[in-house]
């Protein structure tokens, strides 16, 4: 009886995951993560141009004249929140400055707000200090950090879609549209059964970019270890400097959206340009008009999310940035041919320089 051939089992192949890329190399290649002062700086010379057809270095600011200097920064959020229609937005409380824990309690009972609820400064950009509260302990510990200024207190919308709206409508009311729709990616990670939630994240470039974001987060959840396929949200807050990723998604634009977005901005004198940030069920609810909640509207410095995304030009950022600083050029125009007029120079420099003169600027945007 011949012998059985032998087999040779070969070992198991290991699969290396890839080498992140440094994060110099990243900064380098994707202008996503450009600091604005260094993104924004090509865009100078026709801004420049655009004020001198006008006449103005700070003709933007006669765009949205119900806004302070037009939304350039320092603006209140809940006084722009509150002139979208109550359809559209979500249950939001101004609660004043040193405001104790139990006196936010006693006013989102009598709300009817509970937890989970977003606290957020009224006055701030790129999500500084935005963050989703689940407890009174977190409360308390909110309120430690930003003890000196006024905050909202808003009814958490789980979505779960989140988009970015660029809109504009001419003071004369001969045209309105939508500009730029994107949608945010928010940082997720998903388990392999044995690496813990640090390890995933530390794998993640996007993590990677925006990880002193993320610490809190991190020191909370980082020695867990998701199952094999599980999916695990990390940061549900869409802003850019905290690991979403902005996606492009122009194809969503049409004349309904922009009807949508006409009834939105119908009651809200004095407002020509800017971005809603909403979050929505599905695209179908979008595309409807219904279910849709305004988080917050943001004006003249508002950018066309889309530009962001990882797989769009350089140059095609730039044309489209160039599109709406030449909006903004019409809108000025005919707001001052109405009697709008332009805030000074020395107005729009202390702006500035409250906003960036004691603090290091962004690497990122949104």
């Not at 290649?29 to 001198?52: G, S, T």
């Not at 309690?105 to 606290?119: D, K, N």
């Not at 922009?258 to 407002?271: L, N, R, S």
């Amino acid at each position: 009886m011949n012998a059985a051939p032998s087999v040779t089992i070969p070992a198991p192949i290991s699969i290396a995951q890839p080498k992140p890329r440094p994060l110099w190399l990243v900064r380098l290649l994707q202008y996503e993560y450009w600091p604005f002062y260094i993104f924004f700086a090509p865009m100078v010379i026709y801004y420049v141009y655009m004020a001198i057809r006008s006449r103005s270095l700070t003709f933007f600011t006669a765009v949205n004249p119900s806004i302070r200097l037009g939304g350039l920064f320092g603006e209140s959020k809940s006084a722009i929140l509150a002139t979208v229609p109550a359809a559209f937005r979500p249950q939001t409380l101004l609660i004043g400055a040193n405001a104790s824990t139990e006196q936010v309690l006693s006013q989102m009972t009598q709300q009817g707000l509970s937890f989970p609820v977003v606290c957020k400064p009224d006055v701030g950009e790129r999500g500084e200090g935005v963050r989703v509260i689940t407890s009174k302990t977190e409360l308390s510990q909110w309120l430690l950090l930003h003890p000196d200024e006024p905050f909202l207190v808003q009814e958490w919308v789980a979505g779960p879609l989140e988009f970015g709206v660029f809109y504009y409508r001419m003071p004369n009311g001969n045209a309105s549209g939508v500009t730029s729709v994107v949608q945010k990616e928010f940082l997720t990670v998903t388990g392999n059964g044995y690496a813990t939630i640090r390890k995933l994240l530390e794998q993640n470039e996007r993590a990677r970019m925006t990880w002193n974001e993320l610490e809190p987060i991190i020191a909370q959840l980082g020695n867990q270890v998701p199952a094999s396929g599980e999916t695990v949200l990390i940061q549900p807050i869409g802003n850019h400097c905290r690991g979403t990723k902005f996606l492009n998604a122009n194809h969503l634009r049409s004349s309904q959206l922009t009807h949508i977005f006409d009834q939105i901005a119908a009651p809200m004198a004095g407002f020509d340009y800017g971005r809603f940030d909403i979050r929505v069920p599905s695209v179908g609810d979008l595309l409807a008009g219904r279910n849709i909640r305004v988080l917050e509207v943001n004006g003249v410095t508002s950018e066309p999310g889309h530009i962001y995304d990882p797989d769009y030009s350089l140059w095609r950022a730039y044309a489209d940035i160039a599109y709406h600083v030449k909006l903004l050029y019409r809108i000025s125009e005919q707001r001052r041919k109405a009697g709008t007029s332009v805030a000074s120079a020395r107005t729009v420099l202390r702006c500035l320089y409250r906003r960036f003169g004691s603090s290091e600027p962004s690497a990122t945007h949104e």
